[in-house]
Each structure stands twice: as C-alpha cells, then as structure tokens.
C-alpha cells in the first residue's frame, strides 16, 4: 500500500513522504487486495476475488503498475497458488510491473526457481532468535511467515500435535 500511495503521489506530481523515491509513470495503477466477505451472500470469497482480478486483466496494459496484497488466499495453498502462477507469469511475460506480498509459500518458490531477470524476492530480517530487526532484505522466500511466534507471544504456547 505504502509503494501504491508513494507512486499515485509522484504521478499526481505532489511531493511523496519519504527521504527518497523514484519510479516510472505508468499508464495505470491497479490493486487486489483481500476484502470482508459478501454479508449479502451473493458470491463466495474466491469467485469474489476471481470477478475483480478480471476487470483488472481486461483493463491493464504492458505499461501498468498492479498492485496484489495476499490474493487469492481464500482458497487452498495449491489453488491459489496455481491461480497466482497464470496471472503473474502471464502479465510478467506481457511486461506489467507486479508488486505483491504473499504467504503462498509455493507460488514464492515456483517464482524464485525460475530465476527472472526482473524479480526481486524480499523478506522481513529475522535474527536467529527470532528477533524482527523491521529490515526488509531480497533473499530467498521461506517457508514460514513467523505466525506461530506472534500467536505464542499473545496468546500462549501452542498445543503439540
């Protein structure tokens, strides 16, 4: 969001908040972010998050900016991140600038394996006894997002299996 708001300002030529920041104009800005669900029942989340992400795909060009925070998460890991692989590859290979943050662990690995030229993976700086150093640094996705360590911190140890 912080990127997408820094980006709209600079193309809207206003000054943006931070001690630096360059980009590109693009011809649009577009985002998919998770939503509540449907209180009225008229569609499940995943169809939902499939109907917007295809108004996107009908409007986006080359020269585009999309912006994705954790879609396609409504379904299982191996659908969404079958999901995530055909859009992203499909608009990485069309040339669209892609951001996205993601816990789909094996759409992260699939990417990091191909080796792309454009991509770049990055990650919260973890210290090895578990310490958030709030650096964000480009390596290699894993397998954790660090949930259980806030959930144990919160609320309490959690039961083995």
Do not use: W
Not at 35 to 61: C, F, H, P, V, Y
Not at 88 to 99: C, D, F, P, Q, S
Not at 106 to 126: D, G, P, Q, W
């Amino acid at each position: 969001r912080s990127i997408g708001l820094a980006q709209l300002m600079m193309q809207c030529g206003m000054f943006v908040p931070a001690s630096t920041y360059s980009g590109r104009i693009y011809d649009g800005i577009f985002s998919h972010f998770t939503r509540r669900e449907d209180t009225a029942l008229n569609s499940g989340k995943l169809d939902e998050e499939l109907a917007r992400m295809d108004r996107i795909l009908n409007q986006i060009t080359p020269n585009s900016l999309l912006l994705l925070n954790e879609s396609f998460a409504s379904t299982t890991e191996k659908e969404g991140t079958r999901i995530a692989l055909d859009v992203v590859n499909a608009l990485y290979e069309n040339g669209t600038k892609i951001l996205m943050v993601t816990h789909l662990y094996e759409f992260t690995k699939t990417m990091f394996a191909k080796k792309l030229e454009n991509a770049i993976f990055l990650s919260a700086e973890r210290l090895p006894d578990g310490t958030r150093t709030y650096k964000i640094l480009e390596k290699e996705p894993e397998h954790t997002s660090y949930g259980l360590d806030l959930y144990e911190q919160i609320i309490g140890p959690v039961m083995p299996e």
